[in-house]
């Protein structure tokens, strides 16, 4: 493993952090004002996404400022000055959007945001920390994989005939032609901008291709927030579906803290040479995976409830039957490893929805 080299002294310092008010974006805000109370933590947000209204107020009790902004709106960016980092996490996250939707709103929050934001950057020098997604891998190609059907979930198989995949998971070598969704386009496409960008203005950009993130805040749906979603349906009421792969529920996705990518977040922003130009993946790997079956599982033994779970045939489009993340790369930048486990993912995410079950019931319903 690469030795990190010595952390750099921040002792002020601005970040924007767009999408301030979401799920991971609140939960970045808070942490790192928590870490570094001289920091300036701006969360700029439109609000769209129904539940991100409930942050506000951990946001103003953590003295981090809230904007009402959008970044498909230059103005909104253009108009702030004095930012040393920017941390992009706005995106509209969900695997079909432009599926059940008009693809406008992604296209322009998640690839011309990107623009907006690397435009601000670029004229003040700010460093660029941009969350992917593992999305920018293609959905055939992810398909065609080898694997095994155990007792619970479905498992990779050792010999593969594409590169970039093993038993550890899928890396960054893997390829990357082909269709894969177009929120995973646009995440792909804005990459492609943030490596123009670091050639040709010298910022400094890293890009964390993220798989799964879970854990207390997220307010999550079907098609994205997964285990939250599993566990809102075993803590609140509600029925579940095991969808495509024959209805087993054996697809197969590994899982990473928040609070688990916050410290990586964090090491990032305070050594910005050691990271300049990386891509690398982020994920809870092949240590922190599990399939659906398996969730619905723990979910009853955290929760004590048990909700009936419908095997269904009908497939989504664009899903595949097992991700994982295979974090290597990240051994040649730092040290930092997920500390976090399932069971205590969902655990965290148990005891929020039961702390906040009034305010959350219509929400997550």
């Given at each position: 493993?690469?030795?990190?080299?010595?952390?750099?002294?921040?002792?002020?310092?601005?970040?924007?952090?767009?999408?301030?008010?979401?799920?991971?974006?609140?939960?970045?805000?808070?942490?790192?004002?928590?870490?570094?109370?001289?920091?300036?933590?701006?969360?700029?947000?439109?609000?769209?996404?129904?539940?991100?209204?409930?942050?506000?107020?951990?946001?103003?009790?953590?003295?981090?400022?809230?904007?009402?902004?959008?970044?498909?709106?230059?103005?909104?960016?253009?108009?702030?000055?004095?930012?040393?980092?920017?941390?992009?996490?706005?995106?509209?996250?969900?695997?079909?959007?432009?599926?059940?939707?008009?693809?406008?709103?992604?296209?322009?929050?998640?690839?011309?945001?990107?623009?907006?934001?690397?435009?601000?950057?670029?004229?003040?020098?700010?460093?660029?920390?941009?969350?992917?997604?593992?999305?920018?891998?293609?959905?055939?190609?992810?398909?065609?994989?080898?694997?095994?059907?155990?007792?619970?979930?479905?498992?990779?198989?050792?010999?593969?005939?594409?590169?970039?995949?093993?038993?550890?998971?899928?890396?960054?070598?893997?390829?990357?032609?082909?269709?894969?969704?177009?929120?995973?386009?646009?995440?792909?496409?804005?990459?492609?901008?943030?490596?123009?960008?670091?050639?040709?203005?010298?910022?400094?950009?890293?890009?964390?291709?993220?798989?799964?993130?879970?854990?207390?805040?997220?307010?999550?749906?079907?098609?994205?927030?997964?285990?939250?979603?599993?566990?809102?349906?075993?803590?609140?009421?509600?029925?579940?579906?095991?969808?495509?792969?024959?209805?087993?529920?054996?697809?197969?996705?590994?899982?990473?803290?928040?609070?688990?990518?916050?410290?990586?977040?964090?090491?990032?922003?305070?050594?910005?040479?050691?990271?300049?130009?990386?891509?690398?993946?982020?994920?809870?790997?092949?240590?922190?995976?599990l399939s659906l079956r398996e969730t619905?599982?723990?979910?009853?033994?955290?929760?004590?409830?048990?909700?009936?779970?419908?095997?269904?045939?009908?497939?989504?489009?664009?899903?595949?039957?097992?991700?994982?993340?295979?974090?290597?790369?990240?051994?040649?930048?730092?040290?930092?490893?997920?500390?976090r486990s399932c069971t205590e993912i969902?655990?965290?995410?148990?005891?929020?929805?039961?702390?906040?079950?009034?305010?959350?019931?219509?929400?997550?319903?």
């Amino acid at each position: 493993m690469a030795a990190s080299p010595t952390t750099e002294t921040f002792e002020k310092r601005c970040v924007l952090v767009t999408g301030g008010a979401g799920f991971i974006g609140a939960n970045l805000c808070t942490s790192l004002a928590k870490r570094h109370p001289d920091w300036e933590l701006i969360a700029l947000d439109n609000l769209k996404r129904r539940g991100s209204e409930l942050n506000l107020s951990r946001l103003r009790e953590a003295g981090v400022e809230f904007l009402h902004g959008d970044v498909r709106k230059p103005e909104d960016l253009l108009e702030l000055d004095g930012v040393d980092a920017l941390v992009e996490c706005s995106a509209e996250p969900s695997v079909l959007a432009g599926v059940d939707s008009p693809p406008d709103y992604a296209l322009q929050t998640n690839l011309l945001g990107a623009y907006h934001c690397l435009e601000l950057a670029r004229r003040q020098s700010a460093q660029v920390v941009f969350l992917s997604t593992s999305r920018v891998y293609p959905v055939a190609a992810l398909g065609s994989l080898h694997y095994g059907e155990r007792a619970t979930r479905f498992e990779l198989a050792d010999e593969q005939e594409l590169p970039g995949v093993s038993r550890a998971g899928i890396s960054e070598a893997f390829p990357l032609a082909g269709a894969r969704t177009l929120y995973g386009a646009t995440k792909l496409a804005a990459e492609l901008l943030i490596e123009e960008y670091t050639s040709a203005y010298g910022l400094s950009t890293v890009v964390d291709r993220c798989g799964v993130v879970a854990g207390p805040w997220q307010m999550g749906k079907v098609d994205q927030g997964v285990f939250t979603y599993w566990m809102a349906a075993h803590a609140l009421g509600g029925s579940l579906r095991y969808l495509g792969f024959g209805g087993s529920g054996k697809q197969v996705r590994d899982v990473l803290h928040v609070a688990d990518l916050a410290d990586l977040v964090d090491d990032q922003l305070c050594r910005p040479e050691a990271w300049r130009g990386a891509t690398v993946n982020v994920g809870g790997g092949a240590e922190h995976a599990l399939s659906l079956r398996e969730t619905t599982e723990l979910c009853r033994e955290i929760s004590g409830n048990s909700v009936p779970v419908e095997p269904s045939a009908e497939s989504r489009p664009g899903d595949v039957p097992i991700y994982v993340s295979d974090c290597g790369m990240l051994a040649g930048y730092t040290s930092w490893q997920p500390r976090r486990s399932c069971t205590e993912i969902l655990a965290d995410i148990h005891s929020w929805l039961t702390d906040h079950r009034n305010d959350l019931r219509t929400v997550l319903a």
